[in-house]
């Protein structure tokens, strides 16, 4: 199993930036990617962005541009740098792990509040 634990959501001004982070725990090994996902209240969840454990990255196309994902391996974390937030951007974030294998497997963080509002 796996544990994911999200920090770094909050309150912030249009234009502004939040750092997320996702630390791993567990059986981290086999886990091919990681990324963050949104859901804001009525919609359904969406890919923001992931990297893999070589470290090719994908963005959704409203975020290009503005937010970077990136990882630590030695910290077994993921973070997630949201630069010109707009007020769109309002979500919970999760955080999660891909697992490659037979079967393949999803993990999830619990999910961290992010509000962008003046």
């Known amino acids: 199993q796996v544990q994911l634990v999200e920090s770094g959501g909050g309150l912030a001004q249009p234009g502004g930036s939040l750092r997320l982070s996702c630390a791993a725990s567990?059986?981290?090994?086999?886990?091919?990617?990681m990324g963050w996902y949104r859901q804001a209240p009525g919609k359904q969840r969406e890919r923001v962005a992931v990297i893999t454990n070589g470290g090719n990255t994908a963005y959704a196309d409203s975020v290009k541009g503005r937010f970077t994902i990136s990882r630590d391996n030695a910290k077994n974390t993921v973070y997630l740098q949201m630069n010109i937030l707009k007020p769109e951007d309002t979500a919970v974030y999760f955080c999660?792990?891909?697992?490659?294998?037979?079967?393949?497997?999803?993990?999830w963080g619990q999910g961290t509040q992010v509000t962008v509002s003046s």
């Open positions: 567990g059986r981290t090994e086999s886990i091919y990617s």
């Open positions: 999660n792990g891909f697992r490659v294998g037979i079967p393949p497997a999803d993990y």
